[in-house]
């Protein structure tokens, strides 16, 4: 599939780093570091604008390296980028470390993965089918 794309940042477009990866690796499109205290948040700019195909999102997701690394991961997660979304795709960073840290110009700080969606349309009942769980949630299967 193929998806248009406008890159008016200073870096190469996003890509795989494997053939197995799912996430296209998103950059700081920024010109001088950012310092982010500890649990402090920014919005980083990407210079990248996206047009999906209806039917599709992108979801922006944590680096595990950046997180496990440097504490940072993203507060919106996943953040969901619509089909008719046009604007600049931005990264909501925050620092979850107790030590200041750095976001190095061109640095990868998110991962983008392409997902398809269907819209639904509700049907009202009065009452759901009955399953081997029922209403049990939050840990009622074990573990």
């Known amino acids: 599939m193929q998806v248009k794309i406008i890159n008016q940042s200073s870096f190469p477009l996003p ?5 197995g990866s799912a996430g296209l690796d998103l950059r700081a499109n920024i010109a001088e570091p950012i310092s982010l205290s500890s649990l402090e948040r920014t919005l980083v700019p990407t ?4 047009e999906l195909p209806h039917g599709y999102e992108a979801q922006v997701r944590p680096r595990s390296g950046l997180s496990i690394k440097k504490g940072l991961t993203l507060v919106n997660s ?4 619509d089909s008719d979304y046009r604007g600049e795709i931005k990264i909501i960073l925050v620092n979850l470390s107790n030590q200041p840290q750095t976001v190095e110009p061109g640095e990868r700080i998110a991962q983008m993965v392409i997902a398809k969606y269907e819209q639904i349309e509700w049907a009202e009942v009065a009452v759901l089918s009955e399953t081997e769980r029922g209403a049990g949630g939050f840990g009622s299967t074990g573990g």
């Open 15 to 19: 890509q795989y780093e494997t053939t």
């Open 78 to 81: 996943p953040g969901t980028i």
């Open 47 to 50: 210079g990248l604008f996206i």
